[in-house]
């Protein structure tokens, strides 16, 4: 499975951004997507994920705020990132993990939330 992130860039604190992820390859053995993000001299966390069944898992500083969803039609699966605060400033990646465990990593997209 390959992965391309997009839909980063500059916002303001209280502004919104979607970014989405485009899926190519063997898209059906996809079980798990989401998206994880790194900070700055930071580890990546876990910031979202959804399930092919369609459950959804949210860290908790994304509880509220973000809303992750994915479009199998379109192989595509999105972040809505709503009430952005200078915290959420990061390089956002997204994941995919197939029905056989094995995982794939797209390119970040940078996220700089800032006045």
């Known amino acids: 499975v390959q992965l391309q992130a997009s839909g980063g860039g500059l916002v303001q604190p209280g502004g919104s951004l979607r970014l989405s992820c485009a899926a190519s390859?063997?898209?059906?053995?996809?079980?798990?997507m989401g998206w994880y993000r790194q900070g700055p001299g930071t580890q990546r966390d876990l910031v979202a994920l959804i399930e092919t069944g369609g459950r959804t898992n949210y860290a908790d500083f994304a509880k509220g705020r973000f809303t992750i969803s994915r479009d199998a039609m379109k192989n595509t699966m999105y972040l809505q990132m709503n009430s952005l605060k200078s915290e959420d400033t990061a390089n956002y990646f997204c994941?995919?993990?197939?029905?056989?465990?094995?995982?794939?990593w797209g390119p970040g997209t940078q996220v700089t939330v800032s006045s």
């Open positions: 390859g063997p898209v059906s053995s996809i079980e798990v």
């Open positions: 994941y995919s993990r197939t029905w056989s465990w094995d995982t794939s």
